[in-house]
């Protein structure tokens, strides 16, 4: 990743790049550096039009799943880190508009241990505040007035329409899934299970109607992005990184993503998959104080978690052989396959309990 512009670091000012998502047409990159001597991430945001993958665009329309502008104005409005207390984002230092359209987002930097660096223990406590957080904005009115699309005039435009409107179905149906799915390719013949297979398609068959049962779910508000490589846990508790999906959604989806994305990327042993689970879903339930009945609150995670990945099988399929379309995962196509079986039979379990 090349350096970021000289006007907004000087060549002779250290900037170290930062893994990211390169594939997503929004970021034009992120680099641990310094602002006016002190330590910074600086995050680039640029316009659409930027080269990127078709499902990677980013977006003029201010409640598209990929706006471009969102993170800024989450942390323009303070949404970032005041949405819920005790695990916000980090301080906003600046924010700069350049001359080529592109914005310059400059943050304090978060110290601490990398996500990836969490134990189960961790994650819960991720999970309970998250859970806490959700909890909030289903009991206070204009919260609730925000979440459901008359935000405008409970906060009296503090926060108009760049919440994304309804996230999870867009980013879920905008993945680029071939038809027909190979299900039957012998490299996942050979890697999953018979019936891992047949569940896995019967699902994506149905993913209209698993996205269309999560509607039906209590909505608050969502970060829609809650993972490993978005927290940093810290001195005085967890960070929460990338608010640019911040937006109305179902209980439970972060909670969902928090426990299927930890391992997605091969950056947390599997083995600890069980624990993760039971932690954080426990956390996460308890987090919400019985704002949401404890069944309820459990089977929303599970139902949002076979929702938000219903593509991901599929979609894997369809790359088999091909370049792998990864940014954090450096495994190679077998052990990708092997490495998210376990998962994926999680996914298949939780759609079974779930949709019963």
Partial sequence: ????????????VPAESLTHNT???VTGGIWRTCREGRPAVLKLLAPPGRPSPAHWAG????GHWNYWRREVEAYRSGLATSAYPGLAGPAALAVDERPDGTVALWL???????????DPADLGEVAARLGAGHAR??????????????????????????LARDWLRDYTLSRPVPEPVPWEHPVAVAAWPAPLRVGLRALWERRHAVIAATDRLPRTLCHHDVWPMNLVFGDAGPVLLDWACV??????????????????????????????????????????????????????????????????APLMLGRLGGPPGQTYDRRDEAAIMDGRRRVLELLMRWAAEALD
């Fill in 59 to 62: 977006s003029d329309d201010p």
């Fill in 137 to 162: 904005w289903l009991d206070d009115p204009q919260a609730r007035a925000i979440i459901t699309g008359a935000g405008d005039r409970a906060r009296g435009g503090r926060w108009p329409g760049w």
């Fill in 247 to 312: 937006g109305p959604g179902p209980v439970g989806e972060d909670a969902a993503n928090l426990v299927l994305d930890t391992f997605l990327d091969g950056l947390v042993d599997v083995a600890l998959l069980d624990e993760v689970v039971s932690t954080v879903v426990d956390r996460y339930v308890d987090g919400l104080g019985g704002r949401v009945p404890r069944a309820v609150a459990a089977r929303a995670v599970r139902l949002t978690g076979a929702a938000k990945y219903v593509w991901l």
């Fill in 108 to 118: 304090a930097e978060a110290t601490g241990r990398p996500g990836t660096a969490g």
């Fill in 1 to 12: 990743m090349p350096r970021p512009p000289v006007d907004l670091v000087p060549a002779d």
């Fill in 23 to 25: 594939l997503n047409g």
